[in-house]
């Protein structure tokens, strides 16, 4: 429908903006939040990344334009300093810090070597690769710059209790106390498919049947998957790895794939905001979505004679195992959720923008948050401010929100990210030494190995400006 593509490209074009508005070109570091003065964070990195061809094929930017910005970026990463020291480098052993220093690029106060972040950012790295696929010198030294990064992770010696990662290090107490997937769901899929991928460092395959064997399986408001509460963890794999058609062993057990398992999650969150059995205000068919976001403050205050308990960034969700809600909503766990369910994300992110206007939608598209039961105006807020008509809003937005937004969309729109990575051969090992057949990655074994150019360009897709009057007519009640 014309009114819902041009949401979408007014929404797409805006998210995108900031990550070309405001990385730092030089290094390309990307803010972990912004307006608010900020650090930046290595996994927005690799979602800038990914944004930058989305917007050569939007006609955002030019490919020269994202090719020199990718470049900054690659050369950054690949001349950073890495040791054992606490300061003075951006990490250690092929990993990255999780918050660097804008300016330097060097490790910001004593956050943890992350192992996830480094994730995210490698996804974005190959992304790079694989797009930038022609034959001039500047394409051929991000496809050479992005090899040597992924090459350089030493995933097998983040593994202090094999065959499992760990979540960080710091060199002042070493590695940090708990493992990816060791309690079972969560973001970890894409880390442990990258892992095994390795051509350098790979972990063994036994740490996917491990993983996988601590996941849960249960119903939940009117769907039966494996239970996990924050929405992102059913989207940030899926950003980077198409999992429509493919399965393991324990999706081949279930009969379905990792796809379905999301999709269900996401229908199972909107009956959980239909249910509103919190009683939190706002809450319905087009105003839902639970997951790690900001919050208005960590505080008790009475509500309408009840006692109503507030979180500042918290991780927000439900599920069959655990629900950790407190009113507050964020735009991106319903609209990074669009290929799983676009009959019910697309009037979410209509109704929301209608609904709560300049409050919520602005430069960069949807702020981060926010909570309509909290309208407290005598209260000190941590981030944002409170409309007493309307509740509070967020001020800022987050690189790790933004990115999924921009992403989901196009690979809703035309799979871009999906079809792209597809052909990467480190992904395509990955998903083989976890046990995934089918689908596209039987075709994909007849792929050539490394990333070649190919006979000419792809071409561009140039999505128009939305007219004033196509975005209006979604913001008729």
Known sequence: MPAEEALLDDLEERTF??????????????????????????????????????????????????????????????????????????????FFYHFLDMATGERFEIVELSTIDTTLLMAGVLMAQSYFDGPDSEEAEIRALAEGLYRGVAWDWAQPHPPLVNHGWKPEVGFLPYDWGGGGYDESMILYVLALGSPTHPIAPEAWSRLTSRFGWAPFHGQEYIPFNAL???????????????????????????????????????????????????????????????????????????????????????????????????????????????????????????????????????????????????????????DPAQGWFDGDYLGIDQGPIVAMIENHRTGLVWKTMRKNPHVVRGLRRAGFTGGWLEAAAREPATPVAPEGRRPRVVAPRPTASAVAALSVP
Not at 281 to 308: F, S
Not at 309 to 326: I, K, N, P, Q
Not at 377 to 384: F, N, Y
């Open 17 to 94: 903006r900031y990550f070309w508005d405001l990385t730092n070109p030089t290094n390309g570091l990307v803010p972990d939040r912004a307006p608010s003065p900020s650090f930046s964070s290595i996994a927005a990195v690799g979602f800038g990344l990914t944004a930058y061809p989305i917007g050569v094929e939007r006609g955002y930017v030019t490919r020269a334009e994202a090719r020199a910005r990718t470049l900054a970026t690659l050369r950054f990463f690949s001349s950073a300093r890495q040791g054992p020291s606490s300061r003075g480098v951006a990490g250690y052993k092929g």
């Open 232 to 386: 992102f963890g059913y989207q940030y794999g899926h950003v980077w790895i198409d999992f429509q058609g493919i399965q393991d062993s324990f999706t081949r057990a279930k009969g379905i794939d990792y796809f379905e398992n999301s999709r269900r999650a996401t229908y199972a969150h909107r009956a959980y905001a239909l249910a509103n059995p919190g009683g939190w205000k706002d809450y319905g068919p087009n105003v839902w979505g639970l997951t790690a976001c900001d919050g208005p403050a960590d505080v008790t205050i009475p509500i309408d004679g009840r006692a109503r308990t507030f979180h500042t960034y918290w991780a927000r969700g439900c599920s069959a195992t655990e629900t950790t809600d407190d009113g507050t909503i964020a735009p991106t766990a319903a609209v990074s959720s669009l290929p799983f369910a676009p009959d019910i994300v697309l009037p979410a992110i209509a109704e929301m923008r209608r609904r709560y206007g300049d409050n919520l939608y602005k430069t960069y598209g949807f702020l981060d948050s926010f909570n309509p039961t909290f309208r407290a105006t005598d209260v000190p807020l941590k981030h944002g401010r409170v």
